[in-house]
């Protein structure tokens, strides 16, 4: 249960949504367990609409469910006991139907199709695991869904969460004229940003945080949503339950590496990617994980030359990394948090850093792609974190590349290396660090918590 109101961004959304749609198609919004997804929908229902009927279909009984199948050719009477079981008013153009954990029922989902086209109601459907083959066998998916995907909180949200209403304006208006903060400034940026990086955007992680200050209290919060998601692996993982379980449980150990490439030999001896690879789109598909892959060439085709054999697989939370990756006993005490508030930690970093970055990377909308490249030539041998590509493509210079870094002391070889031989399809570099913006030989610095402008 969340304790206050959470402002997030989705809900602009769904304002565009409703206006530009008027009905003529379904929205469905997809995202990880506890995102969030049921109380945005819930507030945008009380304030925009003069009534909402609210299915929750993973409470809801077996009777409800069989409407969807035996009314569908009579939708005055479908409409009708729906609206008598659950006590609500129906009023055509005026009210929302929710199909709440809408992947309970795949009946109601494909019901869409006809729910729309009769045009009383606006309709949004919310689930997890929406894609997953056994949620949608043996129906057809209806071409009026509108898709949108929600992620946990970003660190604008959190700022919010927090009362910090004006500094992502503050870190806008410099990150666009291309000027540091100030170390007063950039200072508390970075205060609230470890915050972030400790709490993560899990709605019901970031609220009790709130209430309490107390990062046990939150580790609390996270641990639970942590076993929530094991417990819908092996609910939904059929046939190779123990394969996502085990996958999920050395993510921590993979990105601690300095390399952070997902090894398949340290789950089993001998195994091979065509073994797990459902597990890791199993994983994807819950939306627990950001999936990043290698590609062969840093140009505009990065999708076409991914290489999905090898990929890195982070968490979508960084909060519930931290709890995955500590444990219990060390948290407790408080010595872990203390070290990352204080920035002081000496293991880990670099796996939090690039992980938060990779979070806010897919928030704001990138794919996630990596290059990597072994040759025995040493001036060809680099690895570079992340490559994003202009939104808009023109005839040269697509690709950014950028290299995440932690602690004081680092180098930049890989990054100079991939100028000096792709240069003619890179566009800025970007180093992303704890230290204030800065520009430095034709490569842009920036600080963490500017990530989510890229």
């Known amino acids: 249960m969340l304790l206050g109101y959470m402002k997030r961004k989705i809900y602009n959304t769904l304002l565009d949504w409703k206006g530009k749609e008027q009905g003529h198609t379904a929205l469905l919004i997809d995202g990880a367990r506890r995102v969030g997804k049921s ?14 009927l609210i299915i929750d279909f993973g409470r809801a009984p077996i009777s409800v469910k069989q409407m969807f199948e035996e009314y569908l050719d009579d939708l005055d009477t479908l409409f009708m006991n729906l609206s008598t079981y659950y006590g609500v008013k129906l009023i055509p153009r005026k009210s929302l139907v929710v199909f709440d954990e809408v992947q309970e029922c795949p009946r109601a989902r494909a019901a869409i199709k006809y729910l729309v086209a009769d045009g009383r109601y606006d309709y949004i459907e919310t689930g997890s695991l929406t894609s997953l083959q056994r949620n949608v066998k043996e129906i057809i998916i209806p071409s009026e869904e509108r898709h949108l995907k929600m992620y946990p909180m970003d660190f604008e949200e959190f700022l919010w969460a927090t009362g910090n209403d004006v500094l992502m304006d503050f870190i806008r208006s410099h990150f666009e004229k291309q ?6 400034m950039h200072r508390k940026a970075m205060d609230l940003f470890r915050q972030y990086l400790i709490v993560g955007g899990m709605p019901q992680a970031v609220s009790t945080f709130v209430a309490t200050r107390d990062f046990e209290q939150t580790d609390r919060v996270k641990r639970d949503i942590i076993d929530l998601y ?11 339950e123990s394969k996502v379980a085990s996958v999920l449980d050395l993510i921590p150990s993979q990105l601690q590496k300095h390399e952070k490439k997902f090894t398949l030999a340290a789950l089993v001896k001998g195994a091979r990617f065509k073994d797990y690879e459902n597990s890791f789109l199993w994983l994807n598909e819950a939306m627990i994980v950001n999936i990043c892959h290698n590609t062969t060439a840093p140009n505009v085709g990065l999708r076409m030359n ?38 002081k930690i000496e293991i880990n970093q670099g796996m939090l850093v690039e992980n938060i970055v990779a979070q806010m990377l897919r928030a704001s909308g990138h794919r996630l792609y990596f290059y990597s490249s072994t040759s025995k030539k040493a001036e060809e041998r680099m690895e570079i974190d992340f490559l994003i590509r202009k939104p808009m493509p023109t005839s040269r210079h697509n690709i950014s590349p950028i290299e995440v870094k932690s602690g004081k002391n680092y180098t930049t070889v890989s990054l100079q290396k991939l100028r000096a031989k792709y240069g003619q399809y890179l566009s800025t570099s970007y180093i992303i660090h704890d230290k204030d913006f800065k520009t430095e030989n034709d490569v842009v610095y920036l600080p963490y918590y500017m990530t989510p402008l890229l």
């Open 39 to 52: 109380y945005i929908v819930q507030q945008f229902a009380q304030n925009e609409y003069d009534s909402s």
């Open 179 to 184: 000027q540091p903060m100030g170390p007063l």
């Open 230 to 240: 094991r417990s819908d692996i092996y609910k939904y993982a059929d046939g190779y």
């Open 306 to 343: 991914a290489d999905n054999t090898t990929l890195k697989c982070y968490m979508a939370d960084t909060g519930l990394l931290i709890s995955l990756a500590f444990d219990e006993s060390d948290i407790a005490n408080g010595e872990i948090y203390r070290k990352l508030l204080l920035d």
